[in-house]
């Protein structure tokens, strides 16, 4: 419960930062602003589905595929390479494809480690494409979506390694694999979060004309 209010103070920071500057936003900045609304929508509500169901894992099913369609298309709407974008679409388009085929034949009340990796590494790396391209502006002063990839990466392909190892943790010792949840995670998305919150504080701070890319 510590570590989850830790990781609520960032979120909610971040959300205050992001609506109050909500009329500055670009598209990318707004669909960022929409996920971390919707992640701690959804943190409630599958609190509140436990008290009526066995498991919340539908919950974050839905969560992970829409925090997967939101935070790629923002990178797709903030880089202007052709190139790029239709990776990206092909990614996206294809990652959603595998959910219909994959849940239409499978159980969606139980989380897929499969599409939950994939979905991981595409934001992962949508994000560093983002941070590479040679015509992103790399001051955080005058770019502060800049920040967001950053923080998404870090998140991201830190956490996947966990998910990836997960079932075998479980196996050994599930005690273990609940710590390592709990720290791991947490801690990333602690720094994903405040990340975030420091973005939005330089979008209040500046007057900047917002750019992303």
């Known amino acids: 419960m510590k570590f989850y209010l830790l990781n609520f103070g960032p979120q909610i920071l971040t959300i205050i930062l992001g609506l109050i500057s909500i009329r500055r936003l670009t598209l990318p900045y707004c669909l960022i602003l929409f996920q971390i609304l919707f992640s701690v929508f959804t943190d409630f509500f599958a609190l509140q589905y436990l008290n009526f169901h066995a498991s919340n894992e539908i ?60 979905g991981f590494i595409i934001i992962a790396f949508s994000n560093l494409f983002y941070i590479i391209n040679p015509s992103t502006e790399k001051s955080i002063l005058k770019n502060p979506f800049l920040i967001f990839a950053i923080s998404h990466v870090i998140y991201f392909l830190g ?14 010792s599930p005690e273990m694999e609940y710590t390592l949840f709990s720290y791991i995670n947490m801690t990333l998305m602690i720094v994903r979060y405040s990340f975030c919150a420091f973005a939005f504080f330089i979008v209040l701070r500046k007057n900047i004309a917002l750019q992303v890319s």
Do not use: C
Not at 69 to 93: D, E, M, P, Q, R
Not at 159 to 172: C, K, L, N
């Open 59 to 118: 919950v974050y099913n839905i969560y992970l595929i829409i925090e997967t369609a939101l935070l790629t298309s923002a990178i797709f709407y903030s880089i202007h390479s052709n190139n790029v974008k239709k990776i990206l679409g092909i990614a996206l388009i294809t990652y959603l494809f595998s959910v219909l085929l994959i849940f239409s034949k499978s159980s969606f009340l139980q989380i897929n480690y499969e599409l939950l990796i994939t």
């Open 159 to 172: 956490v996947t390694p966990y998910f990836v190892a997960r079932q075998m943790i479980i196996t050994d």
